[in-house]
């Protein structure tokens, strides 16, 4: 059998070189021509001169990060929410989606889905109002309704660090778990039926099935969205940070991270090239964790790495 011609090749695929065409020029323009401008984090950005025309600073501008006193507090912060945000979703978003699949029910089913897409459609700044609504001290939900009934005191939620952790921890997951149960929905949905219908007449009760053949089934939709979300454990909901606790002062020991920190930095002292810098920064370390983590599931399954 003759090998065919390169051209020939290119001919027989060229209707989908051009269904691919508009996503590559969106790649290119929105995310590789402006990586030209990753020469502002190592320039002392004068506007006046322009980008390439600006005095070069080297590693000065990354000096504000790295020697800030809050230096170790914005990243601990950051690390460890977003460990928690992957762990939390992850759990609470399979969880959502075995139960809905479990639904016999139609009408139900349908319910359920809207639920989830619920908060996952809403704005960060609806999310932000809504949790104010809960927690305000004098109109709050929780104090006027819920500990008054029990005879509790009110709480002074936007004066005490110590409850944000978990308050951020549960608004991201209402904002955020309808993504990620989507998609689990979709690839519990291309589980093949006969599974079930063996172990049911082997006398696998339900609880073995979810995990016999569920969560293992799940296995590669649950590491390729864990990569993703590794490769941006460095970097913070905004929104998520600095409107949902009210930019309170207070709190910042709990709700600083490296975005609020650089968008603060950045509002008080103009430095443009300072908050380029931060970005780089976590553009790196994110690429290098996504690296690692690939390596390390290549060692363990070739066929579960992304690439």
Sequence with gaps: MKKKSRSKTYKEHLPLYLMMLPGLLYLLINNYI?????????????????IFKSPWAGLKNFEFLFKSPDAWIITRNTLLYNVAFIIVNMVVGIAIAILICEVRSKKLKKMYQSAILLPFLMSMVILSYIVYALLSSENGLINNSILAAMGIDAVQWYQEPKYWPVILVIANCWKGVGYGCLIYIASLIGIDPSFYEAARLDGASKWQEITKITLPSLVPTIITLLLLSIGRIFYSDFGLFYQVPMNSGVLFPTTNVIDTYVYRALVEQGNISMSSAAGVYQSLVGFVIVMVSNWVVRRVDKDQALF
């Design 34 to 50: 402006p990586m030209a401008g990753i020469i502002i984090a190592f320039k002392k950005l004068n506007f006046a001169k322009g």
